[in-house]
């Protein structure tokens, strides 16, 4: 484990008495746990119910750009990691984040890509806008409510049935 994965960060997004001391994995899973419908934009929302009743299609299918972009405002910014998306074969986008230093990918959503994904196929791209867009904004609220709300046990179950290969995908 990198000392960047050792280390808390703490989120601009709290006021300085609430901060949160977490690690980017546990922001990672509050991310995933967090993720919904209404995050979606209405035209993939309907593309995704689709898919879902016809292929069961996991929950974090569509939410790549809002998963990432919040990464990105809670610490991904302050560790050095920078935006990437590739269009894919199918024509979607797929969103992550790279280190800039050390080339680490982390991919909040690495679930709704399949078989060998090339990520070094992607290029670097801000976000639609500067400060965390709508939906980020709700995402991020939904994220600290959560970690006020939840039990510290409760977390850690979560993690345990995380893998480190399902949040990040090192890249040399």
Same mark, same amino acid.
């Given at each position: 484990?990198?000392?960047?994965?050792?280390?808390?960060?703490?989120?601009?997004? %709290? *006021?300085?008495?609430?901060? +949160?001391? =977490?690690?980017?994995?546990?922001?990672?899973?509050?991310?995933?746990?967090?993720?919904?419908?209404?995050?979606?934009?209405?035209?993939?929302?309907?593309?995704?119910?689709?898919?879902?009743?016809?292929?069961?299609?996991?929950? %974090?299918?569509? #939410?790549?750009?809002?998963?990432?972009?919040?990464?990105?405002?809670?610490?991904?910014?302050?560790?050095?990691?920078?935006? *990437?998306?590739?269009?894919?074969?199918?024509?979607?986008?797929?969103?992550?984040?790279?280190? =800039?230093?050390?080339? #680490?990918?982390?991919?909040?959503?690495v679930e709704e890509i399949s078989g060998n994904f090339d990520y070094r196929s992607g290029r670097p791209g801000g976000f639609l806008t500067r400060e965390p867009s709508r939906r980020c904004r709700?995402?991020?609220? =939904?994220?600290?409510?959560?970690?006020?709300?939840?039990?510290?046990?409760?977390?850690?179950?979560?993690?345990?049935?995380?893998?480190?290969?399902? +949040?990040?995908?090192?890249?040399?």
């Amino acid at each position: 484990m990198s000392a960047a994965e050792n280390c808390a960060f703490r989120s601009a997004a %709290v *006021e300085p008495q609430n901060q +949160i001391m =977490k690690t980017p994995e546990q922001w990672l899973v509050e991310i995933k746990m967090s993720l919904s419908d209404d995050l979606l934009t209405p035209q993939r929302r309907r593309e995704i119910r689709q898919e879902r009743l016809s292929l069961g299609v996991r929950r %974090v299918r569509g #939410h790549c750009y809002v998963a990432t972009e919040a990464a990105y405002h809670l610490f991904g910014k302050d560790l050095g990691y920078v935006p *990437e998306r590739v269009r894919c074969a199918d024509g979607d986008t797929h969103w992550w984040l790279r280190n =800039k230093r050390t080339g #680490h990918i982390i991919d909040p959503t690495v679930e709704e890509i399949s078989g060998n994904f090339d990520y070094r196929s992607g290029r670097p791209g801000g976000f639609l806008t500067r400060e965390p867009s709508r939906r980020c904004r709700i995402l991020m609220q =939904k994220v600290h409510s959560a970690a006020v709300e939840s039990e510290p046990d409760l977390w850690r179950e979560s993690v345990n049935n995380e893998s480190a290969s399902e +949040i990040c995908v090192a890249i040399s």
